[in-house]
C-alpha cells in the first residue's frame, strides 16, 4: 500500500512540475517581441501570444479555431499556395515577406513571416512587424 501510495505521490509531484513549467512557457511566450501561432494540421488557430494579437488587432478568442486565411486577401493566399506550402513540404520550413490584413480589414501589416511544420501536419507561425 505505501509503495502505491508513494507512486501516486511522485505522478502528483510530476503534474505539478509539468504545470508550473507550461505556465512559465507560456509566460516567455506572451513576452516575446515577435508574434507566435500554433495552427492544427487544417491551418487552424490553436494557440497565439500576445503580439500576435496586437500584431493584426484581433483578441485570442476571434482567433482560436479560425484559418490563418482571415489575415491575407485572395492574392496572398494565391502566393502561399504556389510558393510557399510546396517549400515546407519539401524543406519543413519557409521564410519571407508577406503583407497581412489586420483585422479592421484596411490596415496593412508587412512582415517577416517564419513557417516551421510541426510533426502533427501542423505549423508555428512567427512573424515580426516590419511596417515602416
Known amino acids: 500500500m505505501d509503495s502505491y501510495l508513494n507512486k501516486i505521490e511522485d505522478l502528483s509531484n510530476d503534474v505539478g512540475n509539468l504545470l508550473e513549467f507550461n505556465s512559465k512557457l507560456i509566460d516567455a511566450l506572451n513576452t516575446s517581441t515577435e508574434g507566435i501561432a500554433i495552427l492544427d494540421a487544417d491551418g487552424n488557430y490553436v494557440w497565439l501570444n500576445k503580439a500576435h494579437e496586437k500584431m493584426f488587432g484581433y483578441d485570442h478568442k476571434e482567433l482560436i479555431g479560425k484559418s490563418w486565411t482571415v489575415l491575407y486577401n485572395e492574392e496572398d493566399l494565391?502566393?502561399?499556395?504556389?510558393?510557399?506550402?510546396?517549400?515546407?513540404?519539401?524543406?519543413?520550413?519557409w521564410n519571407g515577406k508577406a503583407t497581412a490584413i489586420q483585422k479592421d480589414k484596411t490596415t496593412k501589416v508587412e512582415e517577416m513571416l517564419f513557417l516551421t511544420a510541426l510533426e502533427n501536419g501542423g505549423l508555428i507561425c512567427t512573424c515580426i512587424d516590419?511596417?515602416?
Not at 78 to 93: Q, T
Open 130 to 132: 516590419i511596417t515602416e
Open 78 to 93: 494565391e502566393y502561399f499556395a504556389e510558393n510557399v506550402f510546396p517549400v515546407i513540404a519539401r524543406d519543413g520550413k
